[in-house]
């Protein structure tokens, strides 16, 4: 059984930085995304960025670029997201997501089968 577990959410102020995790179990995504996606109030989850184990390829959305960076340790099984320069308009719900199989679509939340339960990101101003 495939399990995504997220932590490392919390409350920050506006500029400020936190680190969240996914401990992923139950198979190996080496060949396949996994990535962070947000959902705030009233909107759409949305693509936040991804990462290919193998290659270590790495996409992000235009809004996080240059403030986020994902990473990955392949030994332990988890990904990061680092977050910095936080902004009041990244408070959201965020949550690891995997592909079963690779598909080159890693914004569309339709491409990863595997979701974790989510983690509160809130910035203040």
């Known amino acids: 059984q495939v399990q995504l577990v997220e932590s490392g959410g919390g409350l920050v102020q506006a500029g400020g930085s936190l680190r969240l995790s996914c401990a992923a179990s139950g198979r190996t995504f080496s060949s396949s995304l996994t990535g962070w996606f947000r959902q705030a109030p009233g909107k759409e989850r949305e693509f936040v960025a991804a990462i290919h184990w193998s290659s270590s390829t790495t996409y992000y959305a235009a809004s996080v670029k240059g403030r986020f960076t994902i990473s990955a340790d392949n030994a332990k099984n988890m990904v990061y997201l680092q977050m910095n320069s936080l902004k009041p308009e990244d408070t959201a719900v965020y949550y690891c997501?995997?592909?079963?199989?690779?598909?080159?679509?890693?914004?569309?939340?339709?491409?990863?089968?595997?979701w974790g339960q989510g983690t509160q990101v809130t910035v203040s101003s």
């Open positions: 997501a995997a592909q079963r199989i690779y598909s080159a679509y890693y914004a569309s939340t339709d491409k990863y089968e595997y």
